[in-house]
């Protein structure tokens, strides 16, 4: 009898598990098969990215100073770029980047005698005379005049104050954190400063505009008055004719930044900003020309 019980137990246990098998096969609960592995995919490189040059940086007079590459941003120098200064008329490719941002680039702008209230280094407009916003701007990023500044500055925002508004919520836009501006010239004024870090960032800004960048790069050109006069301008920048691959940007000077310089240079594939701040006359162009030729004069990068 046990014998006989112990068969029909097999018997039964061999039914539930053969209709077990056949309701998995069927679409049941099927035994989960081992997830698929993705391999992660190989680093993306981008072209025209600057890698940190693989010898130390130079030395430079300059008591700030950075290097950025300027299709990451990535930084490849620094010295002491975070504190604030001076920094004179580098500040007006912020100038710049306001009145581009207020558009109407050919709209024409009415001299007002108010806008020459300022020294040195005019263009000597007088009061009456009409100049579109374009060939102001071309002439402020030029030659750095700074009545052109104040000019541009009025036509924008309605007054100097208004102006230095703009100037400062574009610099936070962009996400230049250590910066204050009083006015559109970096003429010296209590409570205005910048960095070169915010430098940097300011001139990549202006180094994507095609407008701002042909400006800065423009060695010399003749600038027309109202009245038929001609007046020949040369750009403030000398490494533009010392230095084939530098392309930009801007100088500054004041007794209280001293020689300053953003300058911008392109070459073997590779594109760079330097700033140096707080330099003197000897040095200002060494420097720049020491810290572009350290990150860009090397074998074309990879793409």
Known sequence: MIAAMSRLICVHLSAFLFTGLLITSCGGNPTPRPSKVIQPTAAVKTKGVTPAPPNAPPS?????????????????????????????????????????????????????????????????????????????????????????????????????????LLMNQKAASLGMRNSNFINPNGLPSSGQYSTARDMAIAARAAYRSPLIRSFTATKAFNFRFNDGRIRHIENTNRLLKSIPYCDGLKTGTTNAAGRCLVCSGSLNGRSVIVVVLKSNTPNVWKDATKLLAWALERPPAES
Request: with cysteine.
């Open 60 to 164: 430079t007079a300059a008591e700030s100073a950075i290097v950025i590459d300027v299709v990451s941003g990535r930084v490849l120098y620094a010295k002491n770029a975070d504190i604030p200064r001076a920094v004179a008329s580098t500040q007006k490719i912020v100038t710049a980047l306001c009145v581009i941002d207020a558009g109407n680039i050919d709209k024409p702008v009415t001299i007002q005698a108010i806008d020459g209230a300022c020294e040195p280094t005019n263009l000597d407009l007088k009061p009456g005379e009409v100049y579109p916003r374009r060939e102001l701007t071309k002439v402020l990023m030029v030659k750095s005049a700074n009545d052109v500044a104040r000019a541009l500055a009025r036509d924008v925002a309605g007054s100097q104050e208004s102006f230095a």
